[in-house]
Nanobody, 124 residues
């Protein structure tokens, strides 16, 4: 499965962006999908994840109430709606997927497939 992340950009604090993660194969629909982010000098951190059926969703505490993850299996795409963005949300955002996961996991090494990343920059 190849993943293509898009939707990043430059936005002012308080603004919104919607990231998309498009998959190359329909088997994506059996994968748990998560978003991670990495700022320069920092480790890659978990942001949000959703199981293949959408029944289990998890968020990092830092984004709860502001970000919403969703997926549309008809179009083999996952989304991350980001509202009330803060400068500290600035990072390269990656989507990741793995068919072995039946729940959302927050460790990056538990995901096999990765997209190339899309840059999100929030100005103050």
């Amino acid at each position: 499965v190849q993943l293509q992340a898009s939707g990043g950009g430059v936005v002012q604090a308080g603004g919104s962006l919607r990231l998309s993660c498009a998959a190359s194969r329909r088997t994506f629909n059996t994968h748990t999908v998560s978003w991670f982010r990495q700022a320069p000098g920092d480790e890659r951190e978990f942001v949000a994840g959703i199981t293949w059926d959408g029944r289990r969703i998890a968020y990092a505490d830092t984004v709860k109430g502001r970000f919403t993850i969703s997926r549309d299996n008809t179009y083999t795409t996952a989304y991350l709606q980001m509202n009330f963005l803060k400068p500290e949300d600035t990072a390269l955002y990656y989507c990741a997927a793995d068919e072995r996961l039946h729940v959302v996991r927050s460790r990056a090494d538990q995901y096999f497939y990765w997209g190339q990343g899309t840059q999100v920059t929030v100005s103050s």
